[in-house]
């Protein structure tokens, strides 16, 4: 049997072992079983109940995006018909301010994102880091039951209080 003392590890040139670059076991929740997670999780019914619940708070936004799509689609149209009969120079640098407009923004929006997440406030509890995460991550929220699982924390910490 190899004992970690003896294993060159790849990880550090001087051959010792560097605990921060292990995967830690409990990351990988290989130890909760499916059913447990599931309570948590949306299924296919829930996930349209709140999608509909979402659209139709959201109905005055949702129109107003399209709207913003109608007019910038006819503006698009509208600009492309002015340059129909141009040189292809013109052309070449409108699409290369175009494609620098759009790495511009990607930029900015990278920087917004990382900007925010450095000036979050720590966590006070796991409900709320998970909160801060799924913000992160928009996809999760429609995917996880927040109620539930709020519940489950407040039952963990009764349990701490009690024990």
């Keep these: 049997m190899l004992s970690r003392d003896n294993v060159e590890h790849e990880a550090t040139k001087d051959g010792k072992c560097d605990d921060s670059l ?16 599931d309570v948590y999780l949306h299924n296919e019914e829930e996930k349209h109940i709140k999608k509909i619940l979402w659209e139709r708070v959201n109905r005055v936004y949702i129109m107003e995006q399209a709207v913003k799509e109608t007019v910038a689609a006819a503006n698009k149209e509208a600009f492309a018909g002015k340059f129909e009969n141009c040189s292809k120079d ?22 917004r994102g990382a900007h925010d997440a450095k000036n979050l406030a720590p966590a006070q ?16 929220k429609s995917k996880v039951n927040f109620d539930r ?13 009690c024990g």
């Design 149 to 161: 699982l709020e519940e489950l924390f407040n039952d963990m910490e009764k349990d701490e209080m």
């Design 90 to 111: 013109l052309l070449a640098a409108r699409e290369l301010a175009a494609s620098g407009a759009a790495a511009t923004a990607k930029s900015r929006k990278r920087m």
């Design 22 to 37: 292990r995967e830690d076991e409990s990351e990988t929740l290989s130890d909760i079983s499916d059913c447990d997670v």
């Design 125 to 140: 509890s796991a409900v709320e880091s998970f909160g801060q995460m799924s913000n992160a991550k928009k996809s999760l």
